[in-house]
């Protein structure tokens, strides 16, 4: 049964897919705008998820900003559904640039490997889809999607653009071995980490965050590189490589595990701050026992 409603989902999204791919660009976006709109906000899938969050970090925030940036939010997410599978590369043509990328390459002459830490914010492929076009071996660090068809569909695109993936589960093995052959290995950093992660504060409250990367960079030696996407109002991007961080003279223990945790994350939340409407607002960030009441 569970394969039937697979089927049918793909089938669902291609057939959509299709009829978006026929239109042009400007009615893409428009369309697309509209159907967020009223699946998000009219239908309220995950709306109340968003405002609940957004009350959160943004207290001083009255109702009317909250809706705006709630339905800013939404039309941001239809324009990276747009680039990420309907537009063609040609469409970034003129309208793409990258700074800093020299620090990969600094990262890189380490010969330990590089990390690259992002978040889903702004179009987030793209961002990994930069490094991929520059470097031979990258490999992002992927959860593994519901629709095994789907989750299928997303690996060939990624293969595509010569992006390997490593799924969450079980991941270390494959990523120390990628890291050894001083491969670039990229992590999304910013949803609830459950059990697997350790307790810091995220825009001013209490979460779960992964302590992995931390655990890795310390005990290895390894660089870590943070990048994000930014898109502004007219559709251009700017990929911003950030100066590696070095973590060579930490000693490993709990202590700097949580430090470097900490570190890392206040570099997405710098980026959450100063551009809130194109974060995925949608994941739920702060939950039991650190859920905030509506």
């Known amino acids: 049964?569970?394969?039937?409603?697979?089927?049918?989902?793909?089938?669902?999204?291609?057939?959509?897919l299709q009829y978006f791919k026929k239109l042009p660009t400007k009615s893409v976006l428009y369309q697309l705008k509209i159907i967020a709109f009223v699946l998000g906000y009219c239908f309220c899938i995950r709306k109340n998820v968003v405002m609940r969050q957004l009350r959160l970090v943004f207290p001083e925030k009255n109702t009317?900003?909250?809706?705006?940036?709630?339905?800013?939010?939404?039309?941001?997410?239809?324009?990276?559904?747009?680039?990420?599978?309907?537009?063609?590369?040609?469409?970034?043509?003129?309208?793409?640039?990258v700074k800093g990328i020299e620090n990969i390459d600094k990262a890189l002459e380490y010969g330990q490997g590089v990390i690259v830490i992002s978040a889903h914010f702004s179009n987030?492929?793209?961002?990994?889809?930069?490094?991929?076009?520059?470097?031979?071996?990258?490999?992002?660090?992927?959860?593994q999607q519901r629709n095994m068809l789907f989750d299928s569909f997303i690996e060939a695109k990624r293969r595509e653009a010569n992006i390997q993936t490593i799924k969450m589960k079980n991941a270390i093995k494959y990523v120390l071995q990628a890291l050894k052959k001083n491969e670039i290995v990229v992590f999304a950093i910013d949803q609830y980490a459950f059990k697997q992660g350790v307790e810091i504060?995220?825009?001013?409250?209490?979460?779960?965050?992964y302590s992995s990367i931390a655990q890795i960079a310390i005990k290895y030696r390894i660089p870590v590189v943070p990048a994000f996407d930014l898109r502004d109002?007219?559709?251009?991007?700017?990929?911003?490589?950030?100066?590696?961080?070095?973590?060579?003279?930490?000693?490993?223990?709990?202590?700097?595990?949580?430090?470097v945790t900490k570190k890392l994350n206040n570099v997405v939340e710098n980026?959450?701050?100063?551009?809130?409407?194109?974060?995925?607002?949608?994941?739920?960030?702060?939950?039991?026992?650190?859920?905030?009441?509506?």
């Open 64 to 97: 009317r900003e909250i809706k705006n940036l709630t339905k800013q939010i939404y039309a941001e997410m239809a324009v990276t559904v747009a680039e990420v599978f309907i537009f063609t590369d040609t469409y970034f043509i003129d309208k793409s640039e």
């Open 271 to 294: 980026y959450i701050l100063e551009y809130p409407h194109l974060w995925f607002w949608v994941h739920k960030k702060w939950r039991k026992p650190f859920q905030v009441s509506k």
């Open 201 to 209: 504060d995220f825009l001013g409250h209490p979460t779960l965050a």
């Open 233 to 259: 109002e007219v559709g251009h991007h700017k990929a911003i490589f950030h100066q590696p961080f070095i973590f060579d003279y930490m000693a490993y223990n709990e202590n700097n595990v949580l430090e």
């Open 1 to 16: 049964m569970n394969y039937f409603r697979d089927y049918i989902e793909v089938i669902l999204f291609y057939l959509f």
């Open 124 to 143: 987030w492929e793209l961002g990994i889809k930069t490094l991929a076009k520059r470097y031979q071996n990258v490999s992002g660090v992927v959860k």
